[in-house]
């Protein structure tokens, strides 16, 4: 009797989940399995393949333009997730303190999120324009700090810099709101014997407030690195010349005739590599 | 009785009801022109023609030009192909031998037509070597150097025709301490910058294809232009430049700009010109309220020589895509042909007076064509319009050569090959000869496939 019922609970089960293993297996398994199968063809827009081995993956590797932009997707990154979660670190320690008008205070922080992103972009791109932009205008008009304009969104030296900054000054909030909200559950208790204990305020963020906050600031990392390698618009709208993986990716195969065979590649060399990293990253730093 | 001729009603009105739902049709037009009152415009044209077609619906989408063939393949893939869309040769020349463009629509409405009203050398241009239509030739635009006159005048410099006459003008009219820039050649990674680039490189003999079809783009020639190209972008504002920087001549910043003949209306009217004045810079830094002695004191060289002489133009073509639905492709053959009739032709042309040119003969000459709502060809004469379309003449690319044409041609546009080499040289300080190598070795690839 028990047997059966055991048989009879367990296929329901199987049954209950089947529509959701049906769904994930047609939106994620079968696209990532069909993408592998494209990046060895060459595809044409009225749908005609040819079957061209591992070309699409050897041209690609065999691209200097490919590693330089790993390159540039490295330093982005670094940058990008460092200056987040420090900012954002630092802003939700300030937005722990009492003090008047802070809700106001805590509200505003989050507008750089808030905004649409094509409008603050084209706003950043006003201010840097060098013939007519604000900043040219005091630094070099107004303070004579130099006599020559640069274009320091468009100038490839710089360019990168202003790219991090921008997403550092866009997307620190959400660091800051992940922070802000594990700060606020952390026991007094901790910081009044720490104090109790003789430690100054670096001490009490060093030995209660960081380690409360591990795992929260380890997976803010984890999402800005896995949100960041695969970052399109804000780079691209703000400074096409800044070749990161996805800017990469786009110039290869989506800008013009898109050509998806050679897009597919790369796709699924970047679906291993942030595969692997995230595996990595899980095990020896999360230690899930 | 009564009751039998309610019923012979309701079937007849069923049934006419029936058949003019097999007539619908819809004709989804993709056009470049993406600037709000031109859509306008064609909206205009298209309700025109839905009242006069019964049940065809005509849909008009702008995409930008840049964007054209990226959003063309995602449609394609996912099949929503609008049924018409119009766009530039190169791009028209890429997606034809992509086999997706219905040549037996473009046959039929030069059928109906008659070809001989086309002029030859715009429908070489959309033919593919096996003679087949990718694309109906409907609009077209040339490009030179706009120059400030006044200003070449005071300093006793020469009309910049030649190379020389250009560099010696960059240098005296840039004074970079004072914000004031000599010229403007395009150093972005976008169109823009190839047809710049093109221009010159023809007046120097440079060539993509030999007339065997053979990629010859890796020549000294081509070489000499790209040092020479990066000895004027020392002339421009900082950065990466592209036709957005106009703006800078109309405040008064620039002396020389290349530009197609699209501008000739921002120079004249200053209802025109306001979106290049204000609304997208800083009104107390623009400098810049419309001149209204810029057209007189604007002047205009269209042909740049040499090695030899040469103009630079593109034309716009009507592309019909192939769709499985009669009536869908029948009503997109009317609409084409709605809009080669001369009302609604003229109407489209006076968009941009003088940056679109017609592209069937007569047209030029229609009195009610020479007669814009603008007063744009009064403003500038009928001897200076004859300069400016003289250019046509001499009109040339790198994708036709000796009558014949290279569709790989317009594939290499679509991948921006050139304006990448021209970015790495001007901006990123690369070797040119390295970049030109690497150019022709991408060439080569995109040939391959």
């Known amino acids: ?288 | 009785m009564n009751q039998s001729l309610t019923i012979t009603r309701s079937i007849l009105l069923s049934g006419l009801l029936i058949s003019q739902i097999s007539n619908a049709a819809t004709v989804e037009f993709w056009t470049a022109q993406t600037q709000s009152d031109r859509l306008q415009t064609i909206e205009l044209l298209a309700s025109t023609f839905e009242a006069l077609n019964d049940g065809v619906t005509v849909k008009v989408v702008g995409v930008d030009e840049n964007e054209m063939a990226t959003q063309m393949a995602a449609a394609v893939a996912a099949g929503t192909t609008p049924q018409l869309i119009e766009v530039n040769s190169e791009i028209i020349m890429a997606l034809g031998e992509e086999g997706i463009v219905d040549t037996q629509t473009h046959q039929g409405v030069i059928n109906d037509i008659g070809k001989r009203r086309f002029h030859t050398g715009a429908l070489t241009t959309l033919t593919s070597p096996q003679g087949q239509y990718y694309g109906l030739p409907y609009h077209g635009w040339i490009q030179g150097i706009w120059y400030r006159k006044d200003w070449f005048d005071e300093k006793g410099l020469a009309a910049p025709n030649t190379w020389e006459n250009i560099a010696t003008a960059a240098k005296a009219l840039t004074d970079k301490a004072n914000n004031q820039y000599g010229i403007l050649v395009g150093t972005k990674q976008d169109s823009y910058t190839e047809q710049v680039f093109t221009q010159l490189a023809l007046s120097n003999n440079a060539a993509e294809f030999d007339a065997e079809g053979h990629l010859v783009f890796n020549s000294p020639a081509t070489l000499e232009t790209i040092q020479y190209y990066k000895d004027l972008a020392l002339y421009n504002p900082p950065g990466p430049q592209n036709w957005r920087a106009r703006d800078y001549y109309l405040q008064g910043k620039m002396g020389m700009f290349f530009y197609s003949t699209y501008i000739m209306d921002d120079l004249a009217l200053a209802e025109v010109a306001k979106g290049s004045l204000s609304s997208e810079n800083f009104k107390e830094l623009s400098g810049g309220t419309f001149d209204p002695e810029l057209v007189k004191n604007t002047a205009f060289a269209p042909i740049i020589s040499h090695k030899s002489a040469a103009s630079y133009g593109t034309l716009s073509g009507l592309v019909a895509l192939k769709t499985s639905r009669a009536a869908d492709a029948k009503a997109t053959k009317d609409f084409i042909e709605f809009m080669y009739d001369p009302a609604s032709y003229i109407t489209f042309l006076h968009m941009a007076p003088g940056g679109m040119n017609p592209m069937l003969k007569g047209i030029a000459e229609d009195p009610a064509y020479l007669d814009d709502p603008n007063g744009v060809f009064k403003l500038y004469g009928a001897d200076k319009m004859k300069q400016i379309v003289s250019g046509f003449d001499d009109i040339r690319s790198f994708s036709v050569v000796g009558g014949k044409t290279f569709p790989a041609s317009g594939a290499i546009f679509a991948k921006s090959v050139i304006p990448r080499m021209i970015y790495d040289v001007t901006i990123e300080g690369k070797d040119p000869q390295q970049t030109l190598d690497a150019a022709e070795a991408e060439m080569k690839t995109i040939m391959a496939q």
């Open chain 1, 1 to 288: 009797m028990s047997s059966v019922l055991i048989k009879n609970e367990s296929r329901l089960g199987l049954k209950l989940v089947a529509p959701a293993v049906g769904i994930i297996g047609l939106l994620v398994i079968y696209p990532i399995l069909f993408n592998l199968y494209l990046s060895f063809f060459d595809v044409q827009l009225n749908g005609s393949k040819t079957f061209v081995g591992l070309n699409n993956y050897t041209e690609l590797l065999g691209n200097p333009r490919y590693y330089h932009s790993i390159g540039v997707s490295v330093i982005y990154l670094i940058g990008t997730v460092i200056g987040t979660t420090v900012l954002g670190l630092a802003a939700a320690i300030l937005m722990n303190q009492t003090f008047r008008f802070r809700n106001l205070a805590r509200g505003l922080i989050l507008l750089p999120y808030f905004a649409p992103v094509i409008s603050v972009v084209f706003g950043w791109q006003f201010i840097f324009d060098p013939v007519n932009g604000i900043y040219n205008h005091v630094v070099v008009d107004v303070l004579h700090l130099t006599n020559e304009r640069e274009n320091l969104i468009g100038n490839p030296d710089s360019a990168l810099f202003v790219v991090i900054l921008f997403d550092i000054w866009k997307h620190f909030p959400i660091a800051y709101l992940l922070f802000l909200a594990k700060l606020q559950s952390v026991p007094k208790d901790l910081y009044e014997a720490a104090a109790i204990d003789g430690q100054n305020p670096w001490g009490r963020f060093w030995h209660v407030t960081l380690p409360e906050l591990r795992f929260v600031i380890a997976t803010v990392v984890l999402l800005r690195v896995i949100w960041n390698l695969n970052r399109f618009e804000d780079v691209y709208l703000l400074a096409p010349n800044v070749e990161t993986l996805p800017i990469f990716t786009y110039y290869q195969a989506f800008a013009g005739i898109v050509d998806q065979g050679a897009a597919a590649a790369i796709s699924v060399i970047q679906l291993l590599v942030l595969v692997g990293l995230i595996w990595l990253y899980v095990r020896k730093v999360l230690k899930w």
